[in-house]
């Protein structure tokens, strides 16, 4: 939308790796130093060298990036963990993935969308503090009992004991919820690549009606059985 409005030479894509939170309007807190920032640009000829010296300046890491596809797909993997399914169940990121139930249910999640990202010829990048290629290997071939493991020391070095996005729009009562940009995101790509993401497309559903009020959420909370049940169909 806005290389529409502007020129697509004119925009730079960024993504940012550091969990922050808003304590209170005109104050945001850097929650974890691991991280990062990332930029590309849409248009592979547009120089930014002006916007990475002004980043530099503050001291976060900083990667630049030839493809904005791969950095932000790279980041939407990242970014569905633990955070749908969290915020159906009511129960933070650490305690869904150690649940080998919930756990399943994420690990499909994140290999629909691997597959969109295949049937788009998107690769997974290096981010900063955050091996996504090898996260992708992973995802691809081993098995979950190992995997388990793995992403909750993930999850845990990353986001913490902080809640997940979805989650704190649902408990803020926000009107609005980042659900579309997350796993709606790969539905929405789905359309186009042919690859079907039925379990995305059941968490994104039921995280709209939730914000919606058009479910309550007693009837989620830490009901994981009636999750496997819906996302199995």
């Known amino acids: 939308l806005l290389g529409q409005l502007f020129g697509r030479e004119k925009v730079i894509a960024g993504t940012?790796?550091?969990?922050?939170?808003?304590?209170?309007?005109?104050?945001?807190?850097?929650?974890?130093?691991?991280?990062?920032?990332?930029?590309?640009?849409?248009?592979?000829?547009?120089?930014?060298?002006?916007?990475?010296?002004?980043?530099?300046?503050?001291?976060?890491?900083?990667?630049?990036?030839?493809?904005?596809?791969?950095?932000?797909?790279?980041?939407?993997?990242?970014?569905?963990?633990?955070?749908?399914?969290?915020?159906?169940?009511?129960?933070?990121t650490l305690?869904?993935?150690?649940?080998?139930?919930?756990?399943?249910?994420?690990?499909?999640?994140?290999?629909?969308?691997?597959?969109?990202?295949?049937?788009?010829?998107?690769?997974?990048?290096?981010?900063?503090?955050?091996?996504?290629?090898?996260?992708?290997?992973?995802?691809r071939y081993l098995p979950l009992a190992v995997l388990q493991p793995v992403l909750r020391r993930m999850a845990k070095s990353g986001r913490g004991a902080k809640l997940p996005s979805l989650l704190i729009d649902l408990n803020a009562g926000r009107p609005k919820s980042e659900i579309d940009d997350l796993n709606g995101a790969v539905s929405a790509a789905s359309q186009s690549s042919g690859v079907k993401t039925p379990v995305n497309d059941t968490l994104t559903a039921t995280v709209r009606d939730l914000v919606a009020g058009k479910t309550d959420r007693a009837v989620w909370r830490r009901q994981i059985d009636r999750l496997v049940a819906l996302t199995s169909r």
């Open 16 to 92: 940012v790796l550091n969990p922050i939170s808003i304590p209170e309007v005109g104050s945001v807190r850097l929650e974890m130093r691991k991280g990062g920032l990332g930029l590309a640009p849409i248009e592979p000829t547009r120089p930014f060298g002006p916007v990475a010296d002004a980043i530099n300046s503050i001291g976060l890491p900083l990667r630049m990036y030839a493809d904005y596809r791969g950095m932000k797909w790279s980041k939407l993997l990242l970014n569905l963990l633990g955070n749908a399914t969290s915020a159906i169940l009511d129960m933070n």
């Open 95 to 139: 305690e869904a993935f150690a649940d080998r139930r919930v756990f399943a249910i994420e690990v499909a999640a994140l290999r629909e969308a691997i597959a969109v990202m295949d049937a788009l010829k998107v690769k997974a990048v290096n981010l900063p503090g955050y091996p996504v290629p090898l996260l992708v290997l992973a995802l």
